[in-house]
């Protein structure tokens, strides 16, 4: 069977990454992961993708100062030499310029930890609960030009409870993330998959 080459980009603790690095242990999964690249150095989950025999790499958006899109040839040029097909952005806290939008469209897909549309942006379980929504949850969706915008692929709810604070509300919605990339990916490898040119 046919596997796309996955690239998932990372900020930090990269407990999604896993997830779709675990996803992949499958065969039949239609995604093979073959970088695992950060923006910062120090990346924990550059460490856990390192030890589960993925190759890594990171380039710090830091010695880019306000070049936004230097810094993103640099990671492009980086995502290329790995052949990369198809890049999965979890937690990735960096905003994407138009030119690195536009190169990878129809091919990049963010996991977001809100019911988009939603709370775009950051604090997003903070606002849910300030809002007095009933449930939060996350969204995984294309990227496109706009931040947290793009064609939803799948999303996932759960309860708002009383007494929620944003750290309760955040560790319920990240076990449903966890599913959820997963089988989000899946989705959107096979979308791909099914346009491919042999
Ligand atoms: C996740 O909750 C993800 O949804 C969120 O960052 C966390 C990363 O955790 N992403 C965003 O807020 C993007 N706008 P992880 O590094 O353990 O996967």
Redesign the pocket.
């Known amino acids: 069977m046919t596997r796309l080459k996955l690239a998932i980009l990372?900020?930090?603790?990269?407990?999604?990454?896993e997830a779709l690095l675990q996803a992949a242990e499958d065969p039949g999964y239609p995604a093979q992961p073959v970088l695992v690249a950060s923006n910062r150095p120090d990346a924990k989950?550059l460490e856990t993708a390192a030890s589960a025999g993925i190759a890594t790499a990171f380039v710090d958006h830091k010695l880019y100062g306000k070049d936004r899109e230097a810094f993103e040839r640099a990671l492009d040029a980086i995502l290329e030499e790995a052949g990369t097909e198809i890049i999965a952005?979890?937690?990735?806290?960096r905003v994407l310029t138009p030119w690195f939008v536009d190169k990878w469209a129809g091919r990049m897909i963010?996991?977001?930890?809100s019911l988009l549309p939603k709370y775009k942006?950051?604090h997003?379980h903070q606002r849910a609960i300030d809002a007095g929504d009933a449930e939060g949850g996350?969204s995984v969706h294309w990227v496109s030009a706009g931040v947290?915008d793009g064609e939803v692929i799948a999303q996932a709810r759960v309860p708002i409870q009383p007494g929620d604070t944003e750290e309760t509300l955040?560790a319920r919605?990240?076990v449903e993330?966890h599913k959820l990339y997963p089988q989000a990916l899946a989705m959107a490898c096979q979308r791909l998959l099914a346009t491919k040119p042999d």
């Open positions: 990372i900020s930090g603790r990269g407990s999604n990454m989950g952005l979890a937690g990735f806290m963010n996991i977001h930890p942006g950051l997003t996350c947290d955040a919605v990240l993330e």
